[in-house]
């Protein structure tokens, strides 16, 4: 079991790396990137917060600040006011940045007919299934190491901080 695993886990490296080629195509054919596309994806039904955007897509703060900033000097996003916090602006799309956002996304949907053709919708559904259940199953793993390492006192997660995880609604949204 453990050597399948391993070899799943090469495969899933191996098709995200083709995935986010593939992405790279798409987003780069409307003059993005991955990264943009992404960003745009995640802020495109709720305005939010850098850091929130940041944690559902589960990178770095740092990173979605520069893109957030690359999109509003590019006219695609702006700041706005945070009614709930004064020092946290949200980031909100702008007319143009839905446009570029929608073309983006229908090159995908056209994309993915083409990637999913002779594969069963059943098959696909069962394998998000079990891609979801694995997601889960190795985050709960890797909380588990890391409060077994903070209560030894060692490792990086030790003084009592805990992995974020990215929510399930999130990475159902974001573009492959």
Known sequence: MAEELALLVADVFEAAGALRRAGEALAGAEGQTQARWQLMSVVSEESLPVARAA???????????????????????????????????????????RRALEAITARAEAAHRVMGEGIAQADLATLRALLRQLTEQTDQWAEAEAEAEAEAGTGAEAGGAKRGTRSRAATDRLPE
């Open 55 to 97: 944690r559902r897509l589960g990178v770095a703060r740092q990173g979605v600040q520069r893109i957030a900033n690359e999109l509003v000097r590019d006219g695609l996003a702006e700041f706005r006011d945070n009614p709930d916090h004064r020092t946290s602006s949200l980031l909100t799309l702008t007319p143009s940045g």
